[in-house]
C-alpha cells in the first residue's frame, strides 16, 4: 500500500471516528430549540423568552436533567425576519435534530414556519397571545386565544367600572394577529349594540414612528359625545412612539382609556412610562401578582439574569408553562419522540403563576386566568380585574360564522383541528 492510499485511508478512518464520536455526543443530551427574534423590531420583545429558556433548561439540568441526560438548548435569530424563521426552524429540527422548539412571537412568524413543523412532524410551543383560528397538531398554543384577552378586556371598556365605552378604535400592527382580532372584536361589538359607525379601525407597518396624525384621528372620532376607548393590537417597538403622541396630544387615560395586548412589563423598562400611566393591559399574568409561585419564579429569574431590575411578563409564563408541560409530558411518555410526547400532553396540569393551575386541553389551548392591570408609574401593572376561575381557550371563534362551526379537538374521535364532525 502506498503512503497516498495510506493517507486517505487514515484521513477517512478519522473523519468516521469523528462523526460516531459526535453522535454519541449528541445522544448524551437532549437538544431544544430556541427560535426568538434577539435583534430587528421584535428584540425588544422576544430577547427574554430566549433567557427564560435558558432559565428552565438550566434549572432542569441542574435537577438532573431529563431521562437521565442533559437538556441543551440551541438558540438561532430569525431576526424578526419572517422567510428567516422557516429557515431557521428547519435548521433547528434536521440539522440540530432538537425534541422541541420554543418560540415566536408574531402570528405572521407562527405562520411562517407552521409548514415546517408540520411537514417533519416537530413540535413547537408558542407562548404569546394570538388571533385564534388554528389548531395544528404539532403546536400547542401557551398565550391567549381571543376569549382569553380581546374578548374580556373590551367587556372590562363597555362596562361601569372600565368607563363604559360606546365608541371603540382599533388600533393594530398590519398582519395577521391584528387584523384577525379586530374582525372578531368587530362582529363582537355588533353583537353588543355597538354599530360600525362608532367603530375605528386604522393599521400601520412594523415599526412605524409617526403617530401624528393619527392621534389626531382618533381625538376626532372620540369628539361625538360618546365615551371611547382604544384597543390596540400594536406590536414591538412602535408602541414607544404610540403612547408618546398620546401624551403630546394631551389624550389622559381618563379620556381615552387604551388597552394593549402587546403592551407588558418588559416593552415598559427602561422607557418613560409617564405617558402611558392609567392607561390598561389585558394579559393572564402580570409581575405584580401576589403568589408564593410568583415570587419564586422572580427571585429565581434574578438570580439567573444577575440583575434585580430585570421584569417578568406574561409570554415568559406562558413559556414556562409550557416548558414544563413539555417536560412533565417526555416523562410520562418515557421518550423525546413526538407522536408519544403529544398524546402525553393533553390533561398536563402545571401550576400557574398566578396562585391557580394551567391545563392542556385536547384543543392544544391551555386553561388560563384573565387579568386586566393599569400602568403603574414604576412601570408595573396595578390589576384592576380579573377573572374568577380559569377560561378555557378557544381555537375558533364563536363570533365568526365560519368559525363557530368547527371543532379543534386531537384526540379520537374527532383526530382534527377544524372539522365539523368526529373524523372516526
Not at 412610562?273 to 429569574?301: C, M, R
Request: hydrophobic letters at 40%; a negative charge.
Amino acid at each position: 500500500m502506498n503512503k497516498k492510499l495510506q493517507a486517505l485511508i487514515g484521513a477517512g478512518a478519522m473523519a468516521v471516528s469523528a462523526m460516531a464520536m459526535s453522535a454519541a455526543q449528541a445522544a448524551e443530551t437532549i437538544k431544544v430549540g430556541v427560535l426568538h427574534s434577539l435583534s430587528g423590531t421584535m428584540a425588544i420583545s422576544e430577547t427574554t423568552l430566549k433567557d427564560t429558556v435558558l432559565m428552565l433548561v438550566d434549572d432542569l439540568n441542574k435537577n438532573g436533567g431529563l431521562l437521565g441526560k442533559q437538556v441543551e438548548a440551541v438558540v438561532v435569530d430569525p431576526a424578526s425576519d419572517w422567510p428567516l424563521f422557516a429557515e431557521k426552524a428547519r435548521e433547528l429540527i434536521e440539522q440540530e435534530q432538537v425534541a422541541v422548539v420554543f418560540g415566536c412571537w408574531t402570528s405572521v412568524s407562527r405562520k411562517s414556519v407552521l409548514p415546517v413543523f408540520e411537514e417533519l412532524n416537530s413540535m413547537l410551543f408558542y407562548p404569546v397571545q394570538y388571533e385564534g383560528e388554528e389548531s395544528s397538531r404539532n403546536v400547542f398554543y401557551t398565550g391567549a386565544a381571543p376569549n382569553q384577552q380581546a374578548i374580556p378586556a373590551v367587556d372590562y371598556l363597555m362596562s361601569e367600572d372600565g368607563g363604559s365605552a360606546e365608541r371603540i378604535v382599533l388600533l393594530g400592527t398590519d398582519y395577521v394577529y391584528p387584523r384577525t382580532t379586530n374582525k372578531i372584536l368587530r362582529s363582537y361589538l355588533n353583537g353588543k349594540g355597538i354599530s360600525d359607525e362608532d367603530i375605528m379601525e386604522n393599521y400601520t407597518p412594523f415599526g412605524h414612528s409617526d403617530w401624528q396624525s393619527i392621534v389626531a384621528d382618533v381625538k376626532a372620532f372620540a369628539s361625538a359625545g360618546k365615551k371611547t376607548a382604544v384597543v390596540s393590537t400594536i406590536n414591538g417597538d412602535a408602541n414607544v412612539p404610540f403612547y408618546k403622541e398620546l401624551a403630546n396630544q394631551g389624550i389622559k387615560a381618563e379620556d381615552i382609556p387604551v388597552v394593549a395586548f402587546s403592551v407588558g412589563e418588559e416593552e415598559l423598562a427602561g422607557i418613560d412610562t409617564a405617558p402611558l400611566v392609567g392607561h390598561l393591559a389585558a394579559w393572564n399574568y402580570f409581575q405584580s401578582v401576589e403568589s408564593d409561585a410568583n415570587t419564586a419564579f422572580i427571585e429565581k429569574w434574578h438570580a439567573f439574569i444577575g440583575d434585580e431590575s430585570r421584569v417578568t411578563n406574561d409570554p415568559m409564563e406562558a413559556t414556562y408553562i409550557g416548558f414544563n408541560m413539555w417536560k412533565q409530558a417526555v416523562e410520562q411518555a418515557g421518550t423525546t419522540d413526538v407522536d408519544a410526547v403529544r398524546q402525553a400532553m393533553y390533561g398536563q396540569e402545571v401550576a400557574n403563576l398566578t396562585g391557580g393551575t394551567a391545563v392542556m386541553n385536547t384543543n392544544h389551548h391551555l386553561s388560563k386566568p384573565v387579568l386586566i392591570g393599569e400602568v403603574q408609574d414604576d412601570g408595573q401593572f396595578d390589576i384592576v380585574w380579573e377573572t374568577e376561575g380559569t377560561v378555557v381557550g378557544d381555537a375558533w371563534s364563536d363570533f365568526l360564522p365560519e368559525s363557530a362551526k368547527l371543532t379543534a379537538d386531537w384526540t379520537y374521535p374527532w383526530v382534527c383541528g377544524n372539522c365539523e364532525k368526529p373524523m372516526y
